[in-house]
């Protein structure tokens, strides 16, 4: 990209410019097919704190990209950067590259984060190039689900009732599933088909 064609872009905040709304709502849609009202009010939730939706546009006024910055509440120096997408026909000119760096400048800058993850399934190499390393899963649902040591089941639990006492004697009932877990080297991780990444910004 010449760095005249850079000078006619610019990085926005969705809410500071409603009229880009619908178009990004088709944007996003054209990737990830979803109901127009889910996608609509995702967006409109956009805000000064986060959840933050940027946007690529150029100097006609054409939106040409979106990303989303999520908080992540177990790890508040950082957030989680998602729904990056490029329009179609625009892709492989560096305009993703443009929007994550811009996005992480407003990151630091602005929100005064220190980290930014992301997870991919497929785009592992483009966030690479852009210094992304692979990381342990995060979520962004509130609990830290970093992993913890299995301690060997060696120590008798004071005061423990005898499930005889409790269960008349019936077999207790079984125990719900497990949550979905490797077990790796003794340590639990959060199982995941999505390759979760991140960035000292
Ligand atoms: C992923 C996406 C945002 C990248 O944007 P883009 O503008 O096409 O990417 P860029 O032109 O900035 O690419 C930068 C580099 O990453 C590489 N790259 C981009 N997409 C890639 C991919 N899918 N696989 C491997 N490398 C990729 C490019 O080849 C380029 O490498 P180079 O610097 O050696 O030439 C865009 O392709 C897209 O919108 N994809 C569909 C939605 C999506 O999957 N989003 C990511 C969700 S996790």
Same mark, same amino acid.
């Given at each position: ?65 979106? +990303? !989303?910055?999520?908080p992540i509440p177990a790890? *508040?120096? /950082?957030?989680? #950067? $998602?729904?990056? %997408? ?56 509130g +609990? !830290? ?6 301690? *060997?089941? /060696?120590?008798? #639990? $004071?005061?423990? %009732? ?40």
């Amino acid at each position: 990209m010449e760095s005249q064609e850079i000078d006619k872009l610019s990085v926005l905040l969705l809410h500071h410019h409603p009229e880009f709304l619908r178009a990004c709502c088709d944007l996003i849609n054209d990737e990830w097919p979803r109901s127009e009202t889910a996608r609509m009010m995702s967006l409109q939730a956009s805000c000064d704190t986060l959840p933050t939706s940027l946007i690529l546009t150029n100097d006609k006024k054409d939106i040409l990209g979106h +990303c !989303k910055l999520t908080p992540i509440p177990a790890i *508040p120096e /950082s957030c989680f #950067i $998602e729904t990056v %997408v490029i329009s179609k026909q625009l892709r492989g000119k560096k305009l993703g590259s443009h929007l994550m760096r811009k996005a992480e400048d407003y990151c630091k800058n602005v929100l005064n984060l220190e980290k930014v993850y992301l997870s991919t399934k497929g785009q592992e190499n483009f966030y690479a190039k852009l210094g992304y390393i692979i990381c342990e899963p995060v979520s962004i649902y509130g +609990c !830290k689900p970093i992993s913890f040591k299995l301690e *060997p089941a /060696s120590h008798k #639990i $004071e005061n423990s %009732v005898p499930v005889s006492s409790i269960t008349n004697g019936m077999p207790p009932p079984p125990p719900p599933p497990m949550p979905m877990t490797n077990v790796n080297n003794n340590y639990v991780t959060m199982k995941s088909n999505k390759t979760y990444m991140f960035k000292y910004i």
